[in-house]
């Protein structure tokens, strides 16, 4: 998930990848992190977002688009 924050990334997507069922997968990864995986995801893409906003003078826009959020409005209820 960290490497592609940027990409649209989906729980059935990754589930694939790893050859489980999206249940299966949500429910080893939620016992495991203690999140679920959307959410997991969510967190990392803010956290992202909070660097690059401290640490760059990019736009909102271009910095929501980096950290996987395609709609300003949609990132700025996340953040």
Not at 10 to 30: N, P, Y
Not at 40 to 64: D, P, W
């Amino acid at each position: 998930m960290k490497e592609n924050l940027s990409q649209k990334i989906t729980i059935d997507d990754i589930a694939k990848k790893i050859f489980l069922s999206k249940s299966t997968f949500i429910r080893q990864f939620t016992k495991i992190t203690n999140t679920p995986p959307f959410e997991y995801l969510t967190n990392l893409r803010i956290e992202k977002a909070k660097t690059l906003l401290k640490e760059t003078k990019h736009s909102l826009t271009f910095i929501a688009s980096e950290c996987g959020f395609f709609d300003l409005s949609h990132f700025e209820k996340q953040f």
